[in-house]
């Protein structure tokens, strides 16, 4: 037990409030706009709650010598602002100081019953680098970080590093920023190139134009083909199986009929239309390095990137993908993301899960309306034929379609201006910009399938995969700049 006055009332307090989040109008969206901020308000003070309840059990765990509660050592990597606002990373001080021994110590805890090794991200003030553990040097990067669409941070960096943590453990990394060292060799810095706009000066960062048509991203595992004027993914290469996915974004309109959509309806003007167009060319960055690559596409509503790990784990055999929707500047639009594949699936055949585990067979049909073949995806839907399976996984539950042989279209974001009649009284026009990360896991069959079962059970890799979307490991930082106890032996 920890002994902290207020733990166990505060662990109370974020719990009710979980409960009142699954009512059926919290977790859905259809609630007044007064009853949103309360939800939103709750929900931050209850990570913030739980956040300081993480932070002292770990320190009561690791440092018993230092159990009082009103002197915490440390803190999570992230602060919630405001509940409509998006999180901020907390920069860790690495510069050089006399007497720290080995550098700045950051706690890493696996809250998996199983290993993992993955890339780990946390953000730094110095770009000269070295990461230890047990006094051996870490394979690490230093990639930039976007303080607007495509200008880059002078003073704070995205520092990226290969971490092994044992199950249910909490693991201690050292960070050094010191330039002269014997604790190896600094970290890898990326190397930048840009489309469809003029390179930003940079002291750290190699950058330069890119031209030419579609370009190739590779790793150990995974070749991925991305589009020279969108910066979106084309195809990919897994165990010498290439796959079409051609991404992109689709808007819907309002229909002009008496019934329009709403909080509760979705009645669409027709086919959906992409929001790429001669008029809107997307701006593109293309980060390169060792561990690390990153195709990163600016349009107006969305930001959308796509991640290539070169990491021995679970997080090397998938494409990370992640969406900053912002559609506040539209007006009775639905904004979907559509991968086009190369995947033949009969019938309409597609599969989304019902719990993260169990997954459901689900058909579309021409006789119905376009809007009655989308279906909930709470973290997983699935395409597969006789050679492939594509399988995407979602960080946050939503609606997803398969329109037609190959398709997987996914709702982000909606904005309307009207009420449908369903008992809410108002539109839906309480939109924020919203975070929305994916893994794209691609898994060619040994040998090819003559039948396919009417059942699809997630393999393995597709398991640890979503286990290390929805449960990452939790980082943190040392909140002051002086040398940390050592731990028990």
């Known amino acids: 037990q920890v002994g902290m006055g207020d733990t166990r009332e505060h662990l109370r307090s974020a719990r009710r409030n979980l409960g009142l989040f699954q009512h059926h109008d919290g977790i859905t969206g259809t609630a007044k706009d007064l009853v949103v901020v309360d939800y939103g308000r709750r929900i931050r003070d209850s990570i913030s709650l739980t956040n300081g309840i993480t932070a002292q059990s770990v320190q009561s765990l690791l440092w018993p010598q230092t159990r009082r509660h009103d002197n915490l050592v440390f803190d999570l990597g992230e602060t919630y602002p405001g509940h409509d606002l998006l999180p901020e990373q907390t920069v860790l001080d690495v510069r050089g100081r006399e007497g720290e ?16 090794t993955q890339l780990v991200h946390i953000r730094v003030n110095h770009h000269t680098v070295t990461v230890t553990k047990g006094g051996n040097a870490t394979q690490c990067q230093v990639n930039p970080v976007w303080t607007s669409s495509l200008s880059l941070s002078p003073d704070t960096f995205d520092l990226v590093f290969v971490a092994e943590m044992a ?33 930003p000066t940079s002291q750290v960062f190699a950058t330069e134009q890119f031209a030419g048509d579609d370009f190739v991203l590779s790793t150990e595992r995974i070749t991925a083909v991305f589009s020279g004027s969108t910066g979106f993914l084309q195809s990919v290469i897994v165990g010498g199986v290439k796959v079409g996915v051609a991404m992109d974004f689709v808007v819907y309109g309002v229909t002009g009929a008496k019934d329009k959509s709403g909080a509760y309806l979705f009645l669409p003007d027709g086919e959906a239309s992409s929001i790429v167009t001669n008029r809107q060319k997307a701006s593109v960055s293309i980060t390169v390095g060792p561990l690390f690559n990153e195709v990163r596409s600016v349009l107006d509503v969305v930001t959308h990137s796509v991640q290539l790990l070169d990491s021995p784990g679970m997080d090397g055999h998938c494409l990370a993908l992640a969406n900053l929707v912002d ?41 119905l309306a376009l809007q009655a073949n989308f279906y909930p995806m709470p973290t997983m839907a699935t395409l597969q034929d006789s050679a492939v399976r594509v ?34 009284g108002q539109g839906v026009k309480d939109n924020h910009p919203t975070l929305e990360p994916f893994r794209l896991l691609l898994e060619p069959r040994l040998t090819e399938a003559e039948a396919l ?6 393999s393995l890799a597709a398991h640890h995969s979503l286990d290390q979307l929805l449960h990452p490991p939790l980082a943190l930082l040392p909140k002051h700049p002086f040398p940390l106890p050592p731990p028990p032996s």
């Open 101 to 116: 021994g080995e550098g700045r110590a950051v706690v890493l805890v696996n809250s998996l019953a199983h290993s993992r």
């Open 167 to 199: 199950p249910l453990s909490m693991e201690t990394y050292f960070i050094s920023g010191t330039p002269t060292n014997d604790r190896g060799s600094p970290c890898a810095v990326a190397r930048i190139q840009f489309i469809n706009h003029s390179p």
């Open 327 to 367: 559609i506040q500047p539209l007006t009775n639009k639905e904004v979907a993301m559509r991968l086009v594949t190369s995947v033949e699936n009969r019938n309409g055949e597609f599969f989304t899960d019902l719990n993260g585990f169990q997954m459901v067979r689900r058909q579309t049909l021409s006789k």
């Open 391 to 424: 399988s995407l996984l979602s960080g946050q539950p939503l609606g997803v379609a398969s329109l037609k042989q190959g398709w997987l279209e996914v709702m982000l974001d909606r904005r309307l201006s009207q009420d449908d009649g369903r008992g809410l």
């Open 453 to 458: 079962p009417p059942l699809m059970y997630p």
